[in-house]
Nanobody
Framework: QVQLVESGGALVQAGGSLRLSCAAS????????MGWYRQAPGKQRELVAR???????NYADSVKGRFTISRDNAKNTVYLQMNSLKPEDTAVYYC?????????WGQGTQVTVSS
């Protein structure tokens, strides 16, 4: 089993910044991709950004240029720096980890952007 503990969600004004963190622990042998997904009310969960163990990244078009994903392999932790936040970024953000033999999710952290 893999445990993912997220932190950093908050209420912020439009134009503001937040940094999300997600620490992985447990059976993390072969930890490959780590990433962030989000789900707004009434919408499907969508990929925000992900990063491989080697540092390759993918971003949703809606966040390119505003969000930056990074990773500390020594700490098994992934970060999401979110700048220039918009009300449409409001959602529950979920950490995701892909390891050998499994795909795991965190419990989610709420990000609310007020206009």
């Amino acid at each position: 089993q893999v445990q993912l503990v997220e932190s950093g969600g908050a209420l912020v004004q439009a134009g503001g910044s937040l940094r999300l963190s997600c620490a992985a622990s447990g059976s993390i042998f072969g930890l490959n991709f780590m990433g962030w997904y989000r789900q707004a009310p009434g919408k499907q969960r969508e990929l925000v950004a992900r990063i491989s163990s080697g540092g390759s990244t993918n971003y949703a078009d809606s966040v390119k240029g505003r969000f930056t994903i990074s990773r500390d392999n020594a700490k098994n932790t992934v970060y999401l720096q979110m700048n220039s936040l918009k009300p449409e970024d409001t959602a529950v953000y979920y950490c995701n980890a892909l390891v050998v033999g499994g795909n795991y999710w965190g419990q989610g952290t709420q990000v609310t952007v007020s206009s």
